[in-house]
Structure formats: C-alpha cells, structure tokens
C-alpha cells in the first residue's frame, strides 16, 4: 500500500521560514510528479517533475523552492518569507507508477495535510 506523509508544518512568525516534507513509503516504481496544494480553493503552490522542471503559483514565486530526491522517495517545499493570508492546511499530492501484480499502474495519492499558521 502506497502511503504519502507530511510534515514539517507548525507555527511561524510573518516572514518565517519553513520546510516541509513528503514522503513515500511502498511499491513505488516510478515517481512522476509531486506537489503541494492548499486546501483553500485546493490550490496548486508548487510541484516538481524533475529538478529542471518546477511549477509555481504566481503568488509564491521567488519565496518558495520545491525539491525531490528520487532515492529517498521525498520532496520538500522550502517557504520563505511567509505571509499571514498563507495559513492553510497544506497537501501532498503525489503522482506516481505502482508496480503491482507484474503489472504497472499510474495513480494520484494524496497525504493527510500538515498545518501551517502564520502568525505573530
């Protein structure tokens, strides 16, 4: 069983930093995208196809880095300068090739969200 887990999310002062990570565990063969959304509006923030390949919601463009290792079945998203309207709870999204029965199939996984407040 496929299993996408976060953390890294807390309680940050406006214009703090913080990184959060997502990890998998389980029979991934392929990893093709990963990203992260927030669950207002379930908007995209950033994802990663390859380290050359990076997509970014205009709103955190130049303050948030997103980053993966394959070998280590994670990516991170590194938010800097955070502002107090970026208070959500933030998802994992994964896209990835299960190796199942021989077979293989593409499937999207989601994790359990991690809460980031921004807040004096």
């Known amino acids: 069983q496929v299993q996408v887990v976060e953390s890294g999310g807390g309680l940050v002062q406006p214009g703090g930093s913080l990184t959060l990570s997502c990890a998998l565990s389980?029979?991934?063969?392929?990893?093709?995208?990963m990203g992260w959304y927030r669950q207002q509006k379930r908007t995209l923030v950033a994802d990663i196809r390859s380290s050359t390949n990076t997509n970014y919601a205009d709103s955190v463009k130049g303050r948030f880095t997103i980053s993966r290792d394959n070998a280590k079945r994670t990516a991170w998203l590194q938010m800097d300068s955070l502002k107090p309207e970026e208070t959500d709870v933030y998802y994992c999204k994964a896209d990835i090739t299960v190796l199942r029965d021989g077979n293989l199939y593409r499937s999207v996984y989601w994790g359990q969200g991690t809460q980031v407040t921004v807040s004096s």
């Open positions: 389980g029979p991934v063969f392929v990893i093709n995208v």
